[in-house]
């Protein structure tokens, strides 16, 4: 490697820009306070196929397969970037859903997702809304991936909380 070329990538890497996650799988949890009943907020998040009715980072959603196969969601973003989703488990009673991601444009591999809906410990009228997630960055440091990821939740977060006054 060319000595400018391995002083660039000496940077970059220490600037935990290349190269920079761990062996180990990151894991991101966010959760949040909603001031409406489990089932009324279980109703506009449950559905695996309406995303793209709450979550501000979602402009198209396309759900292709079926229950035998596997059911998949594509996400179109505001950029035209895309993200394909594989449904792993769903239990109204439990009010959770799982998901991987096969494919896409954000910097990781081996994602797993679970958004769940519970109610809350001081108030049974009042939701607590989690969304965790493991996975391994690709091609960036551990804590813009943990970061954007984090941030990608709060965003749908607040949006269900505004969609639901």
């Known amino acids: 490697m060319p000595l400018k070329a391995m002083i660039t990538s000496t940077i970059l890497a220490g600037l935990g820009l290349i190269g920079a996650s761990g062996a180990q799988a990151i894991e991101v ?17 449950g559905d695996y196929g309406a995303l793209d009715q709450w979550h501000p980072a979602v402009v198209k959603l396309e759900l292709s397969g079926d229950a035998a196969s596997g059911l998949y969601r594509t996400l179109t973003l505001p950029d035209d970037g895309t993200i394909k989703e594989k449904l792993i488990d769903r239990s109204d009673q439990d009010m959770s859903y799982s998901y991987s991601i096969e494919s896409g444009v954000l910097p990781m591999a081996n994602y797993v997702a679970t958004l769940s809906v519970r109610p809350a410990r001081h108030d049974p009228d009042m939701s607590v ?10 091609g960036t440091s551990d804590k813009l991936v943990r970061d954007m990821i984090g941030g990608i939740y709060l965003m749908g977060f607040d949006s269900v909380v505004d969609k639901l006054k």
């Open 29 to 45: 949890s966010r959760s949040a306070l909603v001031d409406q009943p489990p089932a009324k907020v279980w109703a506009m998040i």
């Open 129 to 138: 809304v989690q969304w965790s997630s493991s996975f391994d960055p690709t």
